[in-house]
């Protein structure tokens, strides 16, 4: 079955409604490598009851509308689904660590960049807390369908990439991720089986089962935190950036990183493979 463009596009999803408290705050940031080093109190605050605070990246967890591309009236091979782009911006600072929150998603693009290059579907997502209906963050994310191209959609425009200095990074960090960082992240609710089961990693192509993009963009935002925000969440108010290659559970990411003015730009790379994981990043820091 050939992707349904005339009902995907302009898609609407039906609200989802998000309760999360305190312990899934925790969860989220254990996910993305927060609390690897006990003694260190500025990652405590991220893993601790104790002056909790959320991480800004949180927000792409929240109000998530679920495995809704597995749903067989949308054509789509979901199986070769990948991410390709996320940002997000907070616009109420600091995230709180526990609310009801409400997301409403919707498809604002589809590309077709041909039967052999698969397409492009863009959307985004409002969150919204649910006792004042105050705009808490709005997400932006591009997803790449492998397997979805030559529906005869329109091949473009696709949004420009922000760019990267040619100079060498100003700071490098080095974050470890553990073997079973995937089967962590997934609790905090990204339950696609391309993270966990090795026979469907296999049949989208991968020798094992990756880790989730969001998570390797979660171990990212911990880097700009570090390098630029002395672990002040309140101090990032947006980020985003492309995903192009995998990880793999237990590899290294390097985040490589530039400022200019408030604006952090970034890359991120697997020390193990040399080779670049997340591009064309961008983080935007408040006064």
Same mark, same amino acid.
């Given at each position: 079955?050939?992707?349904?463009?005339?009902?995907?596009? %302009?898609?609407?999803?039906?609200?989802?409604?998000?309760?999360?408290?305190?312990?899934? +705050?925790?969860?989220?940031?254990?996910?993305?490598?927060?609390?690897?080093?006990?003694?260190?109190?500025?990652?405590?605050?991220?893993?601790?009851?104790?002056?909790?605070?959320? *991480?800004?990246? *949180?927000?792409?967890?929240?109000?998530?509308?679920?495995?809704?591309?597995?749903?067989?009236?949308?054509?789509?091979?979901?199986?070769?689904?990948?991410?390709?782009?996320?940002?997000?911006?907070?616009?109420?600072?600091?995230?709180?660590?526990?609310? +009801?929150?409400?997301?409403?998603?919707?498809?604002?693009?589809?590309?077709?960049?041909?039967?052999?290059?698969?397409?492009?579907?863009?959307?985004?997502?409002?969150?919204?807390?649910?006792?004042?209906?105050?705009?808490?963050?709005?997400? +932006?994310?591009?997803?790449?369908?492998?397997?979805?191209?030559?529906?005869?959609?329109?091949?473009?425009? +696709?949004?420009?990439?922000?760019?990267?200095?040619?100079?060498?990074?100003?700071?490098?960090?080095?974050?470890?991720?553990?073997?079973?960082?995937?089967?962590?992240?997934?609790?905090? %609710?990204?339950?696609?089986?391309?993270?966990?089961?090795?026979?469907?990693?296999?049949?989208?192509?991968?020798?094992?089962?990756?880790?989730?993009?969001?998570?390797?963009?979660?171990?990212?935002?911990?880097?700009?935190?570090?390098?630029?925000?002395?672990?002040?969440?309140?101090?990032?108010?947006?980020?985003?950036?492309?995903?192009?290659?995998?990880?793999?559970? %237990?590899?290294?990411?390097?985040?490589?990183?530039?400022?200019?003015?408030?604006?952090?730009?970034?890359?991120?790379?697997?020390?193990?493979?040399?080779?670049?994981?997340?591009?064309?990043?961008?983080?935007?820091?408040?006064?």
């Amino acid at each position: 079955m050939a992707l349904n463009y005339r009902q995907l596009m %302009g898609l609407t999803l039906p609200d989802a409604v998000n309760a999360y408290t305190q312990r899934d +705050t925790m969860l989220y940031a254990l996910g993305v490598g927060l609390g690897a080093d006990p003694m260190d109190e500025r990652q405590l605050r991220f893993v601790y009851e104790e002056g909790l605070k959320a *991480m800004p990246s *949180m927000a792409v967890v929240l109000g998530h509308p679920g495995m809704w591309i597995k749903d067989p009236q949308y054509g789509l091979d979901w199986v070769k689904g990948v991410h390709g782009e996320q940002g997000f911006t907070i616009h109420k600072q600091p995230l709180p660590t526990a609310a +009801t929150v409400i997301g409403r998603t919707k498809v604002t693009a589809i590309v077709d960049k041909g039967k052999e290059k698969g397409a492009i579907m863009y959307s985004e997502r409002q969150i919204l807390d649910q006792a004042s209906g105050e705009l808490l963050a709005s997400l +932006t994310q591009s997803y790449f369908l492998r397997g979805d191209g030559g529906f005869g959609g329109p091949d473009g425009p +696709t949004p420009p990439v922000h760019g990267l200095p040619d100079s060498a990074p100003e700071k490098t960090l080095d974050l470890p991720t553990l073997p079973r960082a995937a089967l962590i992240y997934r609790l905090s %609710g990204d339950y696609n089986p391309l993270h966990a089961d090795p026979k469907v990693a296999k049949a989208a192509g991968f020798p094992r089962p990756i880790l989730h993009g969001l998570c390797t963009f979660g171990v990212a935002t911990h880097a700009i935190l570090a390098g630029y925000c002395d672990y002040d969440p309140a101090r990032l108010t947006g980020m985003q950036a492309r995903f192009s290659s995998p990880v793999y559970p %237990g590899e290294t990411i390097r985040a490589e990183m530039w400022k200019n003015g408030n604006v952090v730009s970034f890359r991120a790379r697997v020390l193990e493979r040399d080779v670049v994981v997340l591009n064309n990043g961008r983080a935007d820091l408040g006064a």
